[in-house]
């Protein structure tokens, strides 16, 4: 059995490849490909778009595919890798659609696998500590890709051959990772279809759990964009990709600790209120500065809440396996994803600013926490829910 501290860190490299790179990738080269004519706005939410509907298509499959979390895990990051290099190697907007849907396919299956297969052998061997620095590994790869945009922008390297950087680096450490993982993951199979017995989440979870995915996704699409738009220099207005990418690093260490003190149901809330208010601040107060408070709110909160849904998902399954519903969740948090970029671009389009559906958005998020209380007494009653 691998040790507790190995099994985190390669589920914090899984997480680092599939979402930091390969999903997250995106929102700091999207203002690249803009300034160089590659892309419009409207049309980076139609790709974002993409990639969402293939993140929403994994997440409904990845609890009926067949194989060990090591076997997954490595095709998937490398379909990744090489769907994130096709978009430095054309200019295709039919192939980038596919790439980006690809991709989204395979974060899918890279973050229900990860958050299957170690949540729950993490907390029964007594690590449980140890989740958060297994979903710090996505705020660490935002990180990282938002650094190299920042350089990528300040050298004047073009958007397709960042592109084809990561992809290649994506790569390389797929190949690394398998050899070094092949012994720190379960090895048995895991079993698909549906595991007969789970409970039926309640309604009081999806909701805020799909309101999220909708509303973290515009400052995590187009934040870059909205920071440019204050200022044009990329040294200034780069930053705050890898500040994004930072606050998601560290919020999930820090919800660990918390956890010791507060509900998850508290954390939840917290996190999405604060959420509502980094939606609200630039909408009201449009300036670099309240960007930059947006990326803390946000950057803060959205992986806080993802840890939660996916702990909250392997309680409810109790001794079967959690991938059935830690696969629901997911998809009702793609489809909210798939909704919030293309308004958000389309609104843009219309209007020259975000505002209006960072103000809609933050509403959204607010009133979407009522619903968990208005269930609170009845799902306990059925199962344990919103517990420590």
Known sequence: MPSSTRLAAAGFAALALAMGIGRF?????????????????????????AHFAGYAVGAFAASRVKGTAVSILFFSLAAIGLSTL???????????????????????????????????????????????????????????????????????????????????????ATLVFAGMSARRFPQSEMPAGPAEGN??????LFIPYGVMGAGYIIPATYLPVMAREQISSPIVFGWGWPIF???????????????????????WTVSQLLMAAGMLIPAL????TSIIISALCVGGTFMVITMSGLKEANRLAGKADPRTLVAAITAA?????IIGPLLAGWAYDASGSFSAPLLIVSLLLTISLVPVYMGKAAQARKVRTWTR
Not at 149 to 163: E, K, T
Not at 245 to 267: D, H, K, M, Q
């Open 285 to 288: 107060f449009p300036s670099l």
């Open 199 to 204: 409970p039926v989440l309640a309604w009081n």
């Open 25 to 49: 990738a995106y929102t700091p080269l999207l203002p690249m490909m803009i300034a160089e004519g590659r892309l419009a706005v409207a049309d980076g939410g139609i790709l974002a778009s």
């Open 86 to 172: 096709t978009m430095g190697l054309t200019d295709q907007f039919a192939a980038w659609l596919i790439a980006r849907a690809i991709a989204g396919i395979c974060s899918a299956f890279v973050l229900i696998v990860v958050g299957s297969a170690l949540i729950r052998p993490l907390s029964q061997s007594g690590h449980a500590d140890l989740q958060g620095w297994v979903f710090a590994g996505v705020g660490g790869g935002i990180a990282f890709a938002g650094v190299v945009c920042l350089f990528a922008m300040w050298a004047m390297i073009p958007s397709d051959q960042a592109w084809s950087g990561f992809g290649i680096l994506v790569l390389l």
């Open 333 to 337: 948090f793609a489809v909210g994803q």
């Open 245 to 267: 990418g930072t606050a998601a690093a560290i919020s999930t260490v820090l919800a660990i600790r918390a956890s010791r003190r507060f509900s998850n149901r508290a954390i």
